[in-house]
């Protein structure tokens, strides 16, 4: 045997012993961003991704791990952490709320978004082409929908019958929110006084409330917002304090101490976004995923605070209702 042939015959042993025949190559572990103005509930979006994504197979560590940015309530720093993510190469941004999709919209056309719980009109805020064909690198789940606010209007009246005038608390950042009294004051019944009242921060929530009071409101519809999801329990316990029966769309709000709540089901839209992630990161193309919408609402009550307020909630609504919270 020639030297050469030595060489070669020692290599190719080295090789084989290193890479075996039946070797299986290395499992890719995904990089899953996260992008939140803020948790609820001190829950991450990664916490509540990762039931649904180990029911298809993902595993923490194995096959997945979250890369998670929090602007802590600072919509200022929601760039900027967009910005982080993608220089960190993450191969899919799961956003929780409009602000945060806008800021990773602004940060990256390529790496592939999922809207996880945004309020917007995907179309108005120019994130998808349409519902049905994305159309670029986002899609996912939207929890817009129109008939919501007049909805919540009806259960309410549905708690407090013979109500005579209820307050909407709006934020004047969300263009849609104009819409969405205007819809309301469209489908009014006769006899019934709507007043909307503003307030984009929390420092003018106190001045929003004492509005109302001043009005003589009897209760408040709290319009869908990330500000005033993340605000529930000071916007619940204001509400309490004015002595104003209160409802808003997420369960979040009840558990504060707010008073109803009607939305979507928070479970529905969490197992949607994980089956976008699942999708994409099969190889699927955002583009060509349409946007969904929920098709299942929630009803929560508290009852604690309804007797605070010296209400009696009626039979018809509490076997509505989904959850109820003694």
Known sequence: MDRRTLISTAVGALLVKAFPANAQPATKIYRIGTLSLASSNNTTLGTVLGKPLSARGYVVGKNISFVERSAEGNVGRLPLLAAELVDLNVDIIVAGSVVAIRAAHGATTTIPIVMAFSGDDPVKSGFVTSLAHPGGNITGVTAQVRELAPKCMDVLRDAMPGIKRIAILTNPLRLEHADYVTMMRAGQPQGLRLQAVEARAADQYESAFAAMTKEHADAVIILGDVVFTRDSRQLAELAEAHRLPSIYIFRAFVAAGGMLSY???????????????????????????????????????????????GLTMPPSLLVRADEVVQ
């Open 263 to 309: 939305g979507p089901d928070e479970a529905q839209l969490v197992e949607l976004a994980a089956q976008y992630v699942d999708r994409i990161l099969k190889g699927a193309n955002p583009a060509d995923l349409a946007v969904e919408q929920p098709t299942k609402f929630h009803i929560a009550i508290n009852l604690k605070t309804a007797k605070a307020l």
